[in-house]
Every structure is written in C-alpha cells, then in structure tokens.
C-alpha cells in the first residue's frame, strides 16, 4: 500500500470518526436509532462548498455546514417527539427530505473546491507535513471534538442525557424531560456529522448529493470495532473507541483494496461495510447470549454432549 | 399536603380490554404523616402511587400537591416535590452512570440543569460519601462504581438516598423491598423508616406485607379493585394485628384474601 493510500485512508478514518461520535451520542447515549445521518453528512459538505464558492471565509462556512447538520438532527427529534413519530422512520423522513434539499442547496449534483480556499489551505502556511498535513490537522480536529464529548456528557445536561438515554422513567422522575433531551442529543449528534461532512467536503475538494449513502453504516462499523477493543461503558474510552474504530476501519478497506482482497473494488465498499456491521452485531449478541443459547448448543455439537440443563 | 379527589383511571378505554384500575379514590395526607398501602394484586395501588408521581393520568378527578393543583403537570414537572422508589432496584438507578453521577442527577432534580460539570470537587465527594457510608453497605469507597455492578439490595438503597437527597414533599414507596432478598428487604425498610423519621417526611409506602403495613407509619389504608376499602389510624389501629385486618377485608368484600396476594405474617 502506497504513502498516499495509507494518508489518503487515514483521512478518511478521521473523518468518519466524527460520524462516529455523533453515532455514538444517538445510537448508544440516546438509544435513538437515527438515520438522518446519511442526509446530514452530503447536507454539511454542501452548505460548506456553497458557501465557499460564494467567498464566504472557510471558517464560517465550517459552521455553515456544521450548523445545517444541527437543524436536520433537529427536525428528525422533533418529529419524533412532538409528533411521536418512530425514530427510525423520522431519520428516514429527514434523511429522504435532505436528499432533495441537498440538490436544491448546491444546485447541481456536486461542487468542486478545487483551487478554493479551505480551512486546510489556511492551514497549510502553518504547518507542512507533506501529505501528511491533512490528516495532522483533521487528528487535531478529532480529539478535540472526542475531548468536547467527553466534557459534554459529564456535565449536569450531559447526566440527564446519558440518564434519559438509558433508563427514561427514572430519568423523568428526576426532573428530566425525555422529549428535550432527544432534541438536544440529536441536535449535537447530527452538529458532528454535519461537521464531517464540511470536512470531508473541504479535504477531497468535492461535495456530491450522492456521498451520503452509507455514512450510518461506516458510522456503525467504527463506533462497534471501537467498543469490541475497548469497551463501550465508560465514557472516555467508547469515545477513544471512535477514533480507533474508524482509523482501523479505513486502514483495513485501503488495505483490503490495494491487496485486492478477493476482488474487491472501491464500488464494493458499502457491501463490505454492511458485511462486517452485519458479523459485528451478530458476533457481540452471540457473545452476550453464549452462556444461555448458543455455547453449550455450539458445544454440545462439537462435542456431542447434550447441553446443560439449568 | 396530599390530596386526591375522586380519582378514576380507565387503562384501555374504550376497548374490550378496559380496566379500571382507580374507581373513585379519595385520600388526604397531612404533613409528615407515614401512610402504608396494602391490597390484593391489582387493587390499583400501583396505579395510584404513579397518578400521584404522573406517570399515569387521571380520566377524572384532581391530584393536590402542597395546595398546587398538579393534576396537569406532567411526571419530570412534579418530580421536584416528590421523591420517589420504584419495585424493581433496576428501574430507579442508571446501570450505565456511575453511583456518583447517579447521585449528582439526583442532586439536579428540579434545577434546572446547565453545562457544568455534574460532578463537584472533593468537597461535595465527601458530602456523597458521608450520605453513603450511613447505608452501612459499604458504597462510600464504589463511588466510581457502575450502578450496573451493584446488588439489588445496594441498588434499591441508593435509589432511596437518590429520592431522599433534596427536601421534598412526598415520598413514594412502590413495594420497594418486593424484589429483594429477605436480608436485604429487612435493612432497606428499616433504612426507609430511619429516613422518613429523621425528615419527617410524608410518605406513601404499597407493600405486600400486612405485617409490616401496620409496623410502619401511622396510617394504613387497603385498596381493593379501585376503591379504598379500609383507612385506620391513631389510635384505632395501634389495636389492630394482622387477623384484624383480615377480618375486615373479608366482612366488606365477602371474599377471603389469598395468601399469594399477599404476606399474611
Ligand atoms: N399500563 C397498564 N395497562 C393496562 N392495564 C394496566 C396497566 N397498569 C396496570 N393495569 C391494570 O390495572 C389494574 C391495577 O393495577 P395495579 O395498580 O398495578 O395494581 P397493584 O399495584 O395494586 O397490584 C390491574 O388490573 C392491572 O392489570
Ligand atoms: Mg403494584
């Protein structure tokens, strides 16, 4: 594997760990099963690249994109909350809402930053590490943003975030309200992916109406290798799991690519994902039920032995 | 400080599975007064105690709290007044928090809650270890402990500490000790008695034990299918032994109480 497909990997390992954290906070904090993610992820590279072709300084349009994300994680708690919509299906709704915003707010299928200024080029006078820059500044950007989640969850919001997540009448019956919390969760959780997006936009140069399609399963992916290394209880760790899932993730697509492990080609890559999202899910519950089901089944085929009674 | 007037509650109205679970209940609770709760299962006890927290709504009727009128106000908007224990040790605690951050929500309850750190400096850790080491359950060294790691019995007294942090108006005990062992039953009860003494505080307390419905409080009331069949206090009650109530259960429903519904002892 090439320097540059290593780089090239990383990259994209750290922009995904940003998917992840948000993941994270809706998937596991809030037990919201949210898929607006794959509409708000092509929504923070498109208001990003718009406004950086009108002139508006790369900063700004940063918040631009993260701030659009805020909105569409907004809407889908809303409709989950005030009209008691199934989770699921108000991220479907937003995620097929944004697919038409998204081409309404480019106005074309995609944008090239090509030549533009970004917060990357801004950066670039600073600090040159060669085709390493990139990922030297998105590292930055990562743990900043897992340190700010750490943060977030330990304050007094946070708690009753965590709380409503997890066990929601005893969270209400602390004085919680369960319906702003969704609204607050989502809306931080879809502010990081939307953040993503901006800067995935601005590192590969494009923003494209298409690049959404996938984003909650690499998401996913990250966030379960993370938890499979290093535990998913405390906060600190499953957020550091983040980054770790998503790095090893893209590191093992770009090797598996470049070794062209079993054929595989870069228009393969949602399959794979979902192929070891789908083993990932179903090794972890083999796990957790294996004293009950499927060990003593397993055993007592391999072993011929009837299972134990008990 | 408590009253509920003319309650009903109707679980699946309107359909063949209807229930009513509250069929005209009144109650007034003074301050400071330790009211037991006892009846067969599915008297409605339950129901009550969750239209007193919120949880479950009146069809008609009004619930007063303190002179406010809450029969509107929804259960996280009431839960400054009221503190409260569930059955089952896993529902009033967060698995996933540590017990200091269980402690520290309950510190926030009715505040309203801002970005800082929920966890205070060794000042206020102190103050949470001080509170726990009185549980005598040796909680006060797992401050960082996963609730999740802890037994029901440690569980179920945390979530006391948790309902009893802040002052409150009332205090609602759902067969708190039900799902406990019976060592661990007898130190939470007795933890609650300790609490609710020392607060003076105005409690509602179901439990399945008739024994223990007249050895709590100062007031005992029996529910049977929605209504309030018996309310003995003062001096009336402290005559009373179990067969008594037994005796009256049977004379104004004409059935016999059966032992699985509840602890005759
Ligand atoms: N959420 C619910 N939905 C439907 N029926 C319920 C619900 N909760 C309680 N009930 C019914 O209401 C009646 C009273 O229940 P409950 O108050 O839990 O009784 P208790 O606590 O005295 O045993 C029972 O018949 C029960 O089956
Ligand atoms: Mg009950």
């Known amino acids: ?310 | 400080m408590l009253s509920i007037c003319d309650a009903f509650v109707t679980f699946n109205p309107g359909t063949p599975l209807a229930v009513p679970a509250l069929r005209g209940v009144d109650l007034d609770i003074k301050e400071g007064q330790f009211v037991t709760v006892i009846g067969t299962n599915g008297a409605g006890k339950s129901t009550l105690l969750s239209a007193v927290a919120g949880d479950v709504r009146l069809d008609k009727g009004g619930i007063y709290i303190d002179g406010h009128d809450v029969t509107n106000w929804r259960t996280e908007q009431r839960a400054s007044m009221i503190g409260r224990v569930f059955q089952e040790p896993r529902a009033g605690t967060c698995s996933g928090l540590t017990v200091e951050e269980n402690l520290a929500l309950a510190a926030s309850r009715g505040s309203n809650r801002s970005l800082r750190n929920a966890l205070g400096g060794g000042r206020q850790r102190r103050q949470l270890a001080d509170q726990l080491s009185r549980l005598d359950m040796g909680l006060e060294d797992r401050l960082g402990a996963m609730a999740g790691t802890l037994s029901g019995g440690q569980r179920q007294a945390l979530s006391l500490l948790m309902a009893t942090l802040l002052p409150m108006k009332i205090l609602i005990l759902d067969e708190h000790t039900a799902a406990l062992d019976p060592g661990a039953a007898a130190t939470v009860l007795a933890l609650s008695a300790e609490i609710t003494g020392e607060q003076k505080l105005t409690t509602l307390m179901v439990t399945h034990s008739m024994r223990n419905s007249l050895d709590y409080g100062d007031r005992t009331i029996m529910m049977n299918s929605g209504r309030i069949l018996l309310d003995v206090h003062g001096d009336k009650r402290k005559g009373y032994d179990v067969p008594d109530l037994l005796d009256l259960f049977k004379k104004t429903t004409g059935t016999e109480v059966e032992d699985d519904q509840l602890i005759l002892a």
């Open chain 1, 1 to 310: 594997m090439s320097a540059l497909a290593v780089a090239g990997a990383i990259e994209a390992g750290l922009l995904f760990s940003l998917v992840a954290l948000g993941v994270y906070l809706s998937f596991r904090v809030l037990n919201f099963p949210d898929l607006t993610v794959d509409g708000s992820f092509p929504l923070g590279a498109a208001a990003t690249a718009v406004a950086i072709i009108h002139g508006v300084d790369p900063f700004l349009a940063t918040a631009i994109g993260t701030f659009a994300g805020c909105c569409a994680g907004f809407v889908s708690a809303y409709l989950n909350v005030r009209f008691r919509i199934l989770n699921l299906l108000a991220g479907i709704l937003t995620m097929v809402a944004l697919y038409s915003i998204n081409l309404r707010v480019m106005g074309r299928p995609n944008i090239s930053l090509y030549g533009e200024d970004t917060i990357f080029t801004a950066f670039e006078g600073l600090i040159d590490l060669g085709i390493w820059t990139t990922s030297a500044i998105l590292l930055v950007i990562a743990v900043v943003m897992k340190l700010l989640v750490d943060w977030f969850l330990g304050t007094q919001v946070g708690l009753a975030l965590r709380a409503s997540g997890e066990n929601p009448a005893m969270a209400r019956a602390q004085s919680v309200s369960n319906g702003r919390m969704t609204l607050v969760g989502m809306t931080v959780s879809n502010a990081l992916v939307g953040l993503a997006g901006s800067l995935f936009a601005q590192s590969q140069g494009v923003a494209d109406v298409s690049l959404g399609i996938g984003t909650i399963v690499t998401g996913l992916a990250a966030l379960i290798i993370g938890e499979t290394l290093l535990g998913s209880v405390k906060v600190f760790w499953a957020t550091l799991g983040c980054l770790i899932g998503a790095l090893l993730y893209r590191l093992f697509i770009a090797a598996a690519l470049s070794a062209g492990f079993l054929g595989i080609q870069a228009q393969d890559l949602n399959l794979v994902t979902a192929v070891v999202v789908a083993i990932a899910v179903i090794l972890s519950q083999a796990r957790r039920n294996s004293r009950f089901k499927l060990w003593p089944k397993m055993r007592s085929l391999l072993m011929d032995t009837q299972p134990q009674k008990g």
